[in-house]
């Protein structure tokens, strides 16, 4: 199985920061990369897919990047509304998994 | 989109329960679906896949015990969960493989395995 590590596990930035979290997964997963928000109390929404592409809806604060085993989700500017916890999805062979996440709070 | 859970509760650990998911929005017929789980204040962890065409795949931790299917007719998935354990208590989503893994996904339905 194809491992996901993310980091960092915990974050604290305030409104305006560039904030980053990365996913390094234990082998190559070309650009089958997904990346998810959940805020507390419901589901997974998906914002970035195939590592790069912004899904439909998201705002263009949200930006990811990599490719192989190194992934990174960057967001240019954190809202309040940022407040969630972020997970990395590998979709490049079975079975899937996830990163362990990662919870972003504001300062 | 939108797709919806039925089916959790508490169930006592060695019994069976059966999850629902309905869908509408979309052709269900047309997209592959999965079943994944989050273990209270814990991470997300992938369960079970069904394609169009119903070819599946599990996850190693319920392969044996979990069986997902679909009836296209009434747009909806399922999820079989037999000789349950303390460690499946989580809540399951649904979620739809459309142009990317995962990108809807239900509101979830909580499952508690306890004695």
């Known amino acids: 199985d194809i491992q996901m590590t993310q980091s960092p596990s915990f974050l604290s930035a305030s409104v305006g920061d560039r904030v980053t979290i990365n996913c390094k997964a234990s082998?190559?997963?070309?650009?089958?990369l997904n990346w998810y928000q959940q805020k507390l109390g419901e589901a997974p929404k998906l914002l970035i897919y195939?590592?790069?592409s912004l899904q439909t809806g998201i705002p263009s604060r949200f930006s990811g990047s990599g490719s192989g085993t190194d992934f990174t989700l960057t967001i240019s500017s954190l809202q309040p509304e940022d407040v969630a916890t972020y997970f990395c999805?590998?979709?490049?062979?079975?079975?899937?998994?996830f990163g362990g996440g990662t919870k972003l709070e504001l300062k | 989109v939108q797709l919806v859970e039925s089916g959790g509760g508490l169930v006592q650990p060695g019994k069976s329960l059966k999850l629902s998911c309905s869908a509408s929005?979309?052709?269900?017929?047309?997209?592959?679906m999965h079943w994944i789980r989050q273990a209270p204040g814990k991470g997300l962890d992938w369960v079970a896949y069904?394609?169009?065409?119903?070819?599946?795949v599990y996850a190693d931790a319920v392969k044996g015990r979990f069986t997902i299917s679909r009836d296209n007719a009434k747009n909806t998935l399922y999820l079989q969960l037999n000789s349950l354990k303390s460690e499946d208590t989580a809540i399951y989503y649904c979620?739809?493989?459309?142009?990317?893994?995962?990108?809807?996904w239900g509101q979830g339905v909580m499952v508690t395995v306890s004695s």
């Open positions: 082998q190559n997963i070309n650009r089958y």
């Open positions: 195939n590592a790069n």
């Open positions: 999805l590998q979709h490049n062979s079975w079975p899937r998994t």
């Open positions: 069904i394609s169009s065409s119903s070819g599946t």
């Open positions: 979620a739809r493989r459309g142009a990317t893994e995962a990108d809807y």
């Open positions: 929005g979309f052709t269900f017929s047309s997209y592959g």
